[in-house]
């Protein structure tokens, strides 16, 4: 027997007092919450950027583990990310959820305060989404969408043989963040563990997985200053983007595995916990940083703005040609770079 | 702990599958599934439409009962009907799906299946969308795009007292058909019930309801033609999508209940079961026909051309002011019109 989905009266209350809260008007926007279909405008020629995410609990996030908000700030970090990783400015959302009944409003409204957290640096406004009840779990989708001029967005398809292969901030601290805190709820945590490097170091990790930052204005100045070849962002660690760049854009590539930039922070929890601070950066995700590459044309106009701007490049590679595939050499030493997989948890 | 988000191998490749499979390319479609966004492109000034719906197994369909072809096809028109009542011509498709392990890939497919089913006479294109492991049920999140040019399109905010109340086609076709369909996987399922009434009645019932049709040329007709000066389609039933007009009009209804289009076979449906034929017209949803209204000048334009091009428009009712209400009349009583809710299962 398939149920009709007529909605219940209070999620009409829910999207009225989420429209209250959340949304706003903004130029451009004709129609927001409330019709058949948002409906936004364009007037100039214009390249439009969808991504979208579904993330569900017991997968993405627990809420037993983490607070609504910081769910919601981290699933908007991943889609502003995306855009960030095509140069593209963010300016609409759009929100669905799959709501449980053991989840209150509270809750809900929680979620959406650490969105648009997240997305309130950059204008972003709410325009629409959907609520449904859930006889499971909670689940989210999110649509963001962004614009460039036309003709001019980063891909992954762009990187030539010969390009260099370059990072944005520091790699592997969410993983090693997320680490922490799992440390914590488990039996296992005891002050000897805690105790052994700095409180500092340990915050700065766990805010790198709980409130890591999308590189928008990076992305912006890499697109619009034609400085990229191609760009993807660091959702699913360097191991697995590097090979989307590289698949997509038909080439190889040799990361230089002395040159990854690692926090200090890092590096102590990699000494503290006797683990390889290398492995940390190629199989982390969630860092959302960017990896793109470079002509060698460009590199200098690339490496003396990001000193002006006070950007972190880390020039970590070269792209090589399809048959070489894809390698991390050390000190002359050369070995494939490993494949992550969704058996790595934290 | 917060597990990592990155994919398993074998989701990329029922991606790479799906893209090979479903998605094309069109004109304006700068780059499709296969980036950290999709990216059209736009030239000149125009509006566009955007909706989307989150489907919930056990809330919106029921894997032992229903085919995935068929639940992917209801899910497109859903949003298909959703830009027909904008009056918006569909173009975009993103989908995501959050996948239990029980669930093959050769459904996953069939899912798809139904939505290009439903999507293909409209030049509709899959251009991106997330898939995602789900450890309770299977969860589908829908967003589609549409277009109309600048400054004409329909909304459900400009009804005027004295316009009359329009619908297209029949009302409580669906819900009927959703009722023969359950009473077949019911224990209370008899020959002597099945045979109350002819199978081509039974059969154009479960097609209405299984194979809904969303009423984009009519609405594009509406909208181009400056028919109607408010719309919405009849997703939740009559008795809830007219309460939208009005709310966001700021208006009351009056509804001539004696008016109602029904089809012969809901008629039938009706008397067999001993169930008031009104009732469901007014209750049912799922039935995706366009709800509207229409000034006094532009009436008799509205009715000659529906006779030209072949369309059932039916008049039902008049807009009147906020304090009148929703109510309904029939011959010379008055009542006001029953409230729908979540709790009506078919």
């Known amino acids: 027997m398939a149920p009709r989905t007529a909605k219940p009266l209070q999620e009409f209350a829910l999207i009225r007092g989420l429209k209250r809260h959340f949304a706003r008007h903004t130029a451009g926007l004709v129609q927001g919450i409330g019709d058949d279909a948002a409906v936004i405008e364009t007037t100039v020629p214009i390249w439009w950027h969808l991504t979208t995410d579904l993330l569900a609990e017991g997968i993405h996030f627990d809420l037993k583990s983490a607070a609504p908000r910081s769910i919601g700030y981290r699933a908007a970090i991943a889609n502003l990310s995306d855009l960030a990783a095509m140069g593209a400015i963010p300016r609409y959302l759009l929100i669905s959820l799959a709501i449980p009944k053991q989840v209150s409003q509270s809750h809900i409204y929680d979620f959406y305060r650490g969105l648009m957290k997240a997305c309130r640096p950059y204008g972003v406004v709410l325009i629409g989404g959907d609520t449904s009840a859930s006889k499971t779990g909670l689940f989210l989708s999110i ?22 292969i370059y990072v944005s901030g520091t790699l592997g601290d969410s993983l090693a963040g997320c680490r922490l805190l799992a440390q914590d709820t488990s039996r296992r945590s005891s002050k000897k563990n805690r105790s052994q490097f700095s409180q500092f170091h340990r915050q700065f990790l766990i805010r790198r997985h709980l409130h890591p930052t999308a590189r928008i204005a990076e992305g912006q100045w890499l697109n619009t200053g034609r400085l990229a070849s191609a760009a993807i ?63 060698p044309k460009s590199h200098h106009a690339l490496e003396r703005q990001a000193k002006a701007q006070g950007y972190r490049m880390t020039h970590i590679g070269t792209i090589r040609p399809r048959r070489f595939g894809i390698q991390m050499t050390s000190q002359g030493h050369r070995q494939p770079l490993p494949s992550t997989s969704y058996e790595h948890f934290c």
Chains 1, 2 share one sequence.
């Open 233 to 295: 962002d660091l959702s699913d660690g360097l191991s697995g983007d590097l090979r989307h760049i590289c698949e997509e854009s038909g080439v190889g590539a040799e990361v230089e595995i002395d040159n990854l930039p690692l926090s200090p922070a890092c590096r102590a929890y990699a000494k503290a916990r006797g683990v390889s601070p290398v492995q940390l950066a190629i199989t982390g995700g969630e860092d959302y940083e960017l990896l793109f590459t470079v002509s």
């Open 143 to 164: 649509t963001l969408l962004g614009t460039t001029t036309k003709r001019r967005a980063l891909f992954r398809h762009g990187a030539k043989v010969g390009d260099l």
